[in-house]
């Protein structure tokens, strides 16, 4: 065979192959590019589903928290409850426990007693009683509170006194002075009524039925002790017509040891 026709059969199969080896390549190149969209669509999947795990694990997870939470907050508006229960039972205690007698109306002076005052501890007559006030007295009052009561200073505490037994101005100042003696004789008075030691008074017949405080005299003078409520529903005549001129009254009194043992002295006499 001739050298020409080498060279023409080799520049054939050089053509030959330059067509055909692109093409393998080509194919070559396009089964491996499907492998790794094969490859990719199973990671793809794969990431997918993980994290459609991950999802779902994480929701769970939300919703144990948001239950938890739940279930914090219930307890907390349960505490915050009881919390609120315990206040208004604690401030309706205290409430209770201050609550006192209030002044309705300030006074913040003094008053005088216009008979013997009981004294109690609470603005009642229920009220524990702890004193008594003679007649007359000075008292200092704070102002009136609830059902008809002062409240006032008694030995250095606030305590309660029905306020009619009070008046702006001493009693005292209306005491008439004079001589006084004592029997013990009789059962019955000028008035027809028995006789009643440590109350029954005989004196001037204008002054039948009559009350008044008897309050002993001082050696200075001045108005003493309170000796307590007396009434008039006796007569006499006295030394020269004295009590039957109202200048010396007579108190009854239990025994004769007793008048004698008083004998005559002055005490101070307001009408009431």
């Known amino acids: 065979m001739s050298i020409k026709r080498y060279l023409f059969l080799g520049i054939i199969l050089c053509l030959m192959l330059s067509l055909f080896a692109p093409?393998?390549?080509?194919?070559?190149?396009?089964?491996?590019?499907?492998?790794?969209?094969?490859?990719?669509?199973?990671?793809?999947?794969?990431t997918t589903e993980e994290a459609e795990v991950e999802g779902a694990?994480?929701?769970?997870?939300?919703?144990?928290?948001?239950?938890?939470?739940?279930?914090?907050?219930?307890?907390?508006?349960?505490?915050?409850?009881?919390n609120a229960e315990d206040t208004t039972a604690d401030t309706t205690k205290n409430t209770t426990t201050k609550k006192k007698s209030v002044i309705i109306k300030s006074i913040r002076k003094n008053k005088y007693t216009k008979s013997y005052v009981t004294v109690y501890k609470k603005a009642s007559t229920k009220s524990k009683k702890v004193g008594e006030i003679e007649f007359g007295k000075k008292v200092?009052?704070?102002?009136?509170?609830?059902?008809?009561?002062?409240?006032?200073?008694?030995?250095?505490?606030?305590r309660y006194a029905k306020l009619k037994k009070f008046v702006s101005k001493s009693p005292l100042r209306k005491a008439v002075k004079k001589q006084s003696t004592a029997?013990?004789?009789?059962?019955?008075?000028?008035?027809?009524?028995?006789?009643?030691?440590?109350?029954?008074?005989?004196?001037?017949?204008?002054?039948?039925?009559?009350?008044?405080?008897?309050f002993t005299s001082k050696s200075n003078g001045k108005i003493g002790r309170c000796l307590g409520y007396y009434e008039f529903h006796d007569t006499g005549y006295g030394i020269n017509g004295d009590i039957q001129r109202g200048e010396t009254i007579d108190?009854?009194?239990?025994?004769?040891?007793?008048?004698?043992?008083?004998?005559?002295?002055s005490v101070y006499v307001v009408f009431v």
């Open 23 to 46: 093409a393998a390549v080509k194919a070559e190149t396009t089964e491996n590019a499907t492998e790794v969209e094969t490859v990719a669509e199973d990671t793809a999947e794969t």
């Open 57 to 82: 694990e994480s929701d769970t997870e939300e919703l144990a928290e948001g239950q938890e939470a739940a279930s914090e907050e219930t307890v907390s508006d349960e505490t915050s409850t009881d």
């Open 140 to 158: 200092y009052v704070y102002g009136k509170v609830k059902n008809g009561f002062y409240q006032i200073k008694y030995k250095g505490k606030k």
């Open 183 to 214: 029997y013990a004789h009789g059962k019955y008075t000028a008035d027809g009524s028995r006789v009643k030691a440590e109350f029954t008074l005989a004196g001037k017949k204008s002054w039948l039925g009559r009350g008044c405080y008897l």
């Open 251 to 265: 108190i009854y009194m239990s025994s004769n040891a007793q008048c004698i043992q008083w004998g005559r002295r």
